[in-house]
């Protein structure tokens, strides 16, 4: 029986990963870096939950 990369997480993982996959948060801060929300949101990332779900999930998310 092959077990595909998404089937080893659990329920709560799979959800937070789909909340950040579809989340527009990020890449609308990623635009400005350099502004107020763009730094917050670069040290947010570094610890937000559905953050690291997605990491475990997809892989590193695209910002752009």
């Avoid at 990623?30 to 997605?54: E, I, V, Y």
Wanted: hydrophobic share 35%.
């Amino acid at each position: 029986m092959d077990i595909t990369k998404n089937e080893q997480f659990g329920i709560n993982t799979k959800i937070l990963a789909g909340i950040c996959h579809r989340c527009e948060i990020c890449p609308y801060a990623n635009r400005k870096p350099d502004s107020s929300f763009g730094k917050l949101m670069r040290w947010h990332r570094t610890w937000c939950p559905a953050w690291a779900a997605h990491t475990k999930v997809y892989g590193l998310k695209s910002l752009s």
